[in-house]
Nanobody, 126 residues
């Protein structure tokens, strides 16, 4: 199966630290999509984290990350980023990015996006 996106940038960080995740699109122009980040912690359901709308780059966040995470897009690099600051142990999860066609209205459900990559592990621990 051809992956349309590749996530990277995860790692081990102490509480209060920062990481920047990258979502690089392959063979597609990422500016033609709404892009979302979701995460899944062990034993838990997938959880919406953040999204960016294709047309005006409006951004959306879950309450649990609002004020700490920032999603952004670099169309030249065909990449979407998730800057994560003030990380907490409860942010530990595998983070995935997904795409939703710009021909569709932006929805913020996990199931509203597809083309997920393999994910990148984020571990917040002292």
């Amino acid at each position: 199966q051809v992956q349309l996106v590749v996530e990277s940038g995860g790692g081990l960080v102490q509480p209060g630290g920062s990481l920047r995740l990258s979502c690089a699109a392959s063979g597609r122009l990422i500016r033609s999509y709404h892009v979302a980040w979701i995460r899944q912690a062990p034993g838990k359901e997938r959880e919406f984290v953040s999204a960016i709308r294709w047309s005006d780059d409006n951004t959306y966040y879950s309450d649990s990350v609002k004020g700490r995470f920032t999603i952004s897009r670099d169309n030249v690099k065909n990449t979407v980023y998730l800057q994560m600051n003030s990380l907490k142990p409860e942010d530990t999860a595998v983070y995935y990015c997904g795409l939703r066609s710009a021909t569709l209205a932006l929805q913020l459900g996990v199931l509203d996006f597809s083309a997920w990559g393999q994910g990148t592990q984020v571990t917040v621990s002292s």
